[in-house]
Antibody, heavy 121, light 106 residues
Framework: QVQLVESGGGVVQPGRSLRLSCAASGFTFSSYGFHWVRQAPGKGLEWVAIVSYDESKKYYADSVKGRFTISRDNSKNTLYLQMNSLRPEDTAVYYC??????????????WGQGTLVTVSS | SYELTQPPSVSVSPGQTASIPCSGDKLGDKYVYWYQQKPGQSPMLVIYQDFKRPSGIPERFSGSNSGNTATLTISGTQAMDEADYYCQAWDSNTVLFGGGTKLTVV
């Protein structure tokens, strides 16, 4: 069965960095695009970034462009999110989600359980 | 920038039909996806490409999309359907979510 397990969340000071990971299993990881989506406490879903199946294409939300980097290692079935210059408004539960398609388009058909990132001094 | 608009809340009586709208400029020209999120859980895809149901999603969930509005319809609503629902579409290689609608079954 499909499993997505995020890790790497925690409490970090403003301006510092953090790297999230998402370990995937139960399907052919290298065939699909992958997303990061976040949800601030008590708020709605906010899309963060997508990486294509072969890492050739990456797209970001304006709110994180230039600060966050999405990447993947198909040999390890793992998705990453490098978050730099963190701000208090980046505080959220971060979900990794599998795309229905190799690149853009389609929905997000499987989601991890999420990992909480808290940016606070 | 493109936006998707949902009402913050919708109420429905058990056994009745719930309709949750999602509006956006010429939304009917895009595919719309719907997600259900229950408290403390991750979102779950319930409708893709406007009206298609993933495996395991009950037939009482249906979707439509035309003009400027997409609609998620839940027929014979059950207490277990109480949740937040989000619509989603693509615009310029980015994913957009609506603000979410809290469905209350009372």
């Amino acid at each position: 069965q499909v499993q997505l397990v995020e890790s790497g969340g925690g409490v970090v000071q403003p301006g510092r960095s953090l790297r999230l990971s998402c370990a995937a299993s139960g399907f052919t990881f290298s065939s699909y695009g992958f997303h990061w989506v976040r949800q601030a406490p008590g708020k709605g879903l906010e899309w963060v970034a997508i990486v294509s199946y072969d890492e050739s294409k990456k797209y970001y939300a304006d709110s994180v462009k230039g600060r966050f980097t999405i990447s993947r290692d198909n040999s390890k079935n793992t998705l990453y999110l490098q978050m730099n210059s963190l701000r208090p408004e980046d505080t959220a539960v971060y979900y990794c989600a599998k795309g229905l398609k190799p690149v853009t388009g389609g929905g997000l058909d499987y989601w991890g359980q999420g990992t909480l990132v808290t940016v606070s001094s | 920038s493109y936006e998707l608009t949902q009402p913050p809340s919708v109420s429905v009586s058990p056994g009745q039909t719930a309709s949750i709208p999602c509006s956006g400029d010429k939304l009917g020209d895009k595919y719309v996806y719907w997600y259900q999120q229950k408290p403390g859980q991750s979102p779950m895809l319930v409708i893709y490409q406007d009206f298609k149901r993933p495996s395991g999603i009950p037939e009482r969930f249906s979707g439509s999309n035309s003009g400027n509005t997409a609609t998620l319809t839940i027929s014979g609503t059950q207490a277990m359907d109480e949740a937040d629902y989000y619509c989603q579409a693509w615009d310029s290689n980015t994913v957009l979510f609506g603000g979410g609608t809290k469905l209350t079954v009372v």
